[in-house]
């Protein structure tokens, strides 16, 4: 059973003061994302992988995420394996996906903004806006992005999982809420298509499945607010147990009310068996309570977009060993969400979608 960090003052005290240290030793500037923040991180670490996630909702109920990976997390020491992975499912429900994997010299980054290429896909934008163009498979997209919720990262954007702290996974995200318009091309038919997009950046130095047995993801945009919840339990790495690490975003507009994870509590409850002998909870509740107020978030009824099994593609005589350490599944939800909001003298309350995943990098994870 993962239990929960203690929330004290002292421990509060201790993460603002590391967080400060951090900011000042990265070049970080407390209050703002910088376009450099997007750019290519770890270009300077070979034994690192990162990613460029785009995540969009089209009017016509359609929905498509586009990544942009340097190499895959599980072989973070491996040399560059680029690919561009994207996942479409219409408005009748009809999903697929496709990767298109390029070689070593067909990727191309920028450390001063997000500015990537792998083979014909590019993708650049400054914060403010973004174009991109992805190819895969039967699969065109090209799309333009416009921010209208502020960047922000979590902290220092850096998480350590180890006690020398060398091995880390960071995250920061460019654009919490934004609009999207362009075209979907699947199978030679183009569409227009409009809507909204969530895009963050993600980076590390080691295979995720050593130190993290599963996580909770979410965003959603109801009202004037915009927010990002996650639950990240570690695997009982270095004597220390599972813990349950909380990250929390909210903003009204342009402002930004709270990204402190610290007092979230997220609660999951009545699980469900799903594809790939899974299972995933049917209720989701979430509180944050702090000095500044609180906030309750309720997320009922999921609908399941997407199911991967991560090792799908892994050659069948190596799958017994790479078993023995990680057995990873993603499972991606629409869901009903209705939120509530006390806080820094804003009082409201909304219903809306709320988009959210769950990864698995275990069998047999905890139902928590």
């Given amino acids: ?14 993460i603002a003061e590391e967080n400060r240290n951090s900011l000042e030793n990265m070049g970080l500037k407390p209050d703002m994302v910088e376009s450099w923040e997007d750019g290519y991180r ?15 909702q089209f009017e016509d109920g359609s929905t498509c995420v586009i990544t942009f990976s340097t190499k895959p997390n599980t072989k973070p020491k491996g040399p560059l394996a680029p690919s561009v992975l994207i996942m479409s499912r219409s408005s009748e429900g009809e999903r697929g996906s496709a990767v298109w994997d390029a070689e070593p010299g067909q990727f191309q980054s920028s450390k001063d903004s997000c500015d990537v290429k792998i083979g014909p896909s590019w993708v650049r934008g400054d914060l403010d806006r973004y174009e991109l163009h992805a190819e895969a498979g039967n699969f065109k997209a090209d799309l333009s992005f416009e ?4 960047s922000w990262r979590p902290g220092a954007a850096v998480t350590y999982l180890d006690p020398g702290k060398t091995k880390y996974f960071a995250w920061v995200v460019p654009v919490p809420y934004g609009t999207v318009e362009g075209m979907m091309n699947i199978g030679g038919n183009p569409t227009t298509v409009k809507g909204t997009v969530y895009h963050d950046h993600n980076w590390g130095n080691f ?3 050593g130190m993290i047995d599963h996580w909770y993801w979410g965003r959603a945009h109801v009202g004037d607010f915009s927010l990002i919840f996650s639950q990240m339990v570690t695997a009982g790495v270095f004597g220390f147990g599972a813990v349950k690490l909380p990250v929390f975003f909210l903003a009204r507009e342009n ?3 709270t990204g402190d994870g610290l007092p979230m509590t997220l609660t999951t409850s009545d ?8 299972y995933y909870p049917e ?10 107020g609180t906030v309750r978030i309720t997320i009922r009824n999921p609908k399941l977009i997407e199911s991967l099994d991560m090792l799908k593609d892994v050659k069948w005589f190596l799958k017994p060993l790479v078993h023995v350490v990680t057995d ?3 499972y991606d939800f629409d869901a009903e969400m209705e939120l509530e909001v006390d806080i820094k003298g804003i009082k409201a309350s909304e219903r809306g979608r709320v988009i959210y995943e769950q990864m698995l990098f275990h069998k047999k994870q905890e139902m928590e």
């Fill in 1 to 14: 059973m993962a239990h929960e960090l203690e929330v004290t003052d002292e421990l509060r005290k201790k």
């Fill in 42 to 56: 770890t270009a300077d670490e070979p034994d690192a992988f990162e990613w460029w996630y785009f995540d969009c």
């Fill in 147 to 150: 921010r209208k919720a502020p």
């Fill in 207 to 209: 295979m995720l499945a």
């Fill in 255 to 257: 402002e930004i009310l």
């Fill in 271 to 278: 699980f469900v068996e799903g594809p790939g002998g899974r």
């Fill in 283 to 292: 209720k989701l509740d979430l509180s944050w309570h702090a000095e500044e």
């Fill in 328 to 330: 990873p599944y993603y």
